[in-house]
């Protein structure tokens, strides 16, 4: 995909402070490109959701519903954003763990589909289905038990192969519990199995580990199919993106590195290629008898994680006798995964710079110590107090999970062609305390 133009962002982050959000469309508009070609080159019926949580921008969701996408969502507030952005009810569908029975009923009036994630949601949805007397469609969400990521580092294979079998979300495939579920539905007059759904993690870069995974889904939802006559299964998402590293080391990487000694190594991920991914499943759809069934997808992440930017600042420079440290203005507060060890590409911008580099650790503002994007990057050697960076791949879990710990959170501008706007301000004052009690003034 095309770069960014640097210098453009730079000309944003003069007008605007830092730190500061860009949407560039135009790379969005190319990710949608990309996922309509792919879904278009299957045999079968194929469609897309857009993961709102990953990214409730409006500008974001109402651009993806005029390309054709439709919404899950997985709470009631994002339910009626989705309605409030444009989306029709037939195009949404309503995930999650937890649904609270105003939720459902709004659901249920509205006439959009829910994926039942638990065993009290169906005697609630068939009981408001039979006050509207209507029958309505639901889907089941269907957990394979089977890990999506692997590492050189065994302890870390054996921690991720225990989280999957764990997973709280849905039921495991042919369980006793999955059946009490289906009974259930069956027994309910008001409702009709029509949906399975997968959703089997974040940022998956191992695509044969996927597969495996839905293998475990697609046996399910063959049977079920065979049954009650499916319309529509969902892959879920979680397509890892380039431009971002999750490390993948468990205790046994800490314990060799605390020993002196040099551990797995897990810096570099494959590439998922979403064309041949999606190619493979639907082999599967038809090895399981899935004919005619159409094949969904949720993907957010790999939709707007390249169609946002932030330019951040450096506000301090601290070379101690271990470390250099860049403090910047972005932290925590605007970029939620720092701490995490998820890794995100720093590009300077602004100037030209010193062309040898040096190894900097990058923190953010925050009086917190786990406010660190990353204890080794290379920058140029000049880099110092008021330079720029480019904070690469910042469009997924930004804005939702943004907060005002210490600062407040950052203005995001829409790249429109030639045109710019502000498509979501700044944060002040006034509004982090604008939920004290009545008449409580900032400085009472």
Not at 84 to 102: C, L, M, Q, Y
Not at 228 to 233: A, K, M, S
Not at 274 to 301: H, I, S, W
């Amino acid at each position: 995909m095309t770069g960014w133009s640097y210098e453009r962002l730079a000309e944003v982050a003069g007008r605007y402070g830092t730190p500061v959000q860009v949407l560039d469309l135009a790379r969005l508009d190319r990710a949608v490109d990309e996922l309509t070609a792919a879904l278009g080159a299957l045999v079968r019926p194929a469609r897309a959701y857009y993961s709102v949580k990953t990214n409730y921008l409006p500008e974001i969701c109402r651009h993806l519903r005029r390309r054709g996408l439709g919404a899950d969502v997985v709470s009631g507030y994002e339910l009626a954003a989705a309605l409030r952005f444009g989306f029709a009810p037939g195009d949404v569908v309503f995930n999650g763990p937890v649904k609270t029975e105003e939720e459902l009923e709004t659901a249920v009036r509205y006439g959009i589909r829910v994926h039942i994630d638990g065993l009290a949601e169906v005697s609630t949805v068939d009981k408001m289905a039979r006050r509207l007397g209507r029958v309505v469609d639901v889907g089941v969400r269907v957990s394979p038990g089977l890990p999506v990521s692997t590492s050189a580092d065994p302890s870390y294979r054996e921690a991720a192969t225990r989280a999957a079998r764990r997973n709280r979300f849905g039921w495991p495939a042919g369980s006793a519990q999955l059946a009490e579920v289906v009974k259930a539905i069956d027994a309910a007059p008001h409702l009709a199995l029509r949906a399975v759904h997968a959703h089997l993690s974040s940022q998956i870069v191992h695509e044969e580990l996927m597969l495996r995974a839905l293998d475990a889904v697609l046996a399910e939802a063959g049977r079920l199919h065979g049954a009650y006559g499916l319309r529509e299964v969902n892959i879920g998402g979680g397509f890892g993106v380039p431009g971002i590293h999750r490390p993948r080391l468990g205790p046994l990487s800490a314990l060799w590195q605390a020993a002196g000694g040099v551990g797995p190594v897990d810096d570099t991920d494959p590439v998922f290629d979403l064309l041949r991914f999606l190619g493979e499943v639907e082999r599967r759809f038809d090895a399981q008898g899935l004919a005619g069934v159409t094949m969904a997808c949720e993907p957010g992440r790999w939709l707007v994680s390249d169609a946002m930017a932030m330019v951040t600042r450096v506000m301090s420079r601290k070379d101690l006798p271990e470390v250099r440290w860049l403090l910047l203005d972005a932290g925590n507060h605007v970029a939620p995964w720092t701490g995490t060890g998820e890794r995100h590409r720093f590009v300077p911008i602004g100037r030209e710079y010193a062309s040898e580099p040096l190894t900097f650790a990058a923190s953010g503002p925050l009086c917190y110590e786990n406010d660190i994007h990353d204890t080794a990057v290379d920058l140029p050697a000049d880099t110092g107090v008021g330079d720029l960076l480019c904070l690469h791949d910042t469009g997924a879990y930004s804005i939702g999970r943004s907060n005002n710990f210490i600062r407040t959170r950052a203005p995001v501008i829409a790249l429109d062609g030639p045109e710019e706007r502000v498509v979501w301000r700044a944060e002040t004052m006034e509004d982090v305390f604008r939920f004290a009690e009545p008449g409580l003034s900032p400085g009472s």
